[in-house]
């Protein structure tokens, strides 16, 4: 189930994207418009980034009162 996690944040950030898209101010450039979508998309990639090295981290964790010394 953890998994589908990523995946529906990943529809909420397109929802995200295209509402702010179609309801962003429209002006002679589109700058204003596409710096919404970028920040959207990147704050979403750095979530779904970090989750993911948590629910499969590389290295197991160890407890350092359990090492012998």
């Not at 998994?3 to 101010?25: E, M, R």
Request: charged share 15%.
């Amino acid at each position: 189930m953890s998994g589908w996690t990523v995946v529906f944040g990943l529809l909420l950030t397109v929802v995200a994207s295209l509402l702010a898209w179609q309801f962003a101010p429209k002006r002679d450039n589109t700058v204003w418009r596409s710096s919404l979508v970028l920040t959207l998309v990147m704050c979403y990639l750095m979530w779904a980034i970090t989750y993911l090295a948590q629910l499969h981290p590389l290295e197991a964790p160890t407890r350092s009162d359990l090492r012998a010394e």
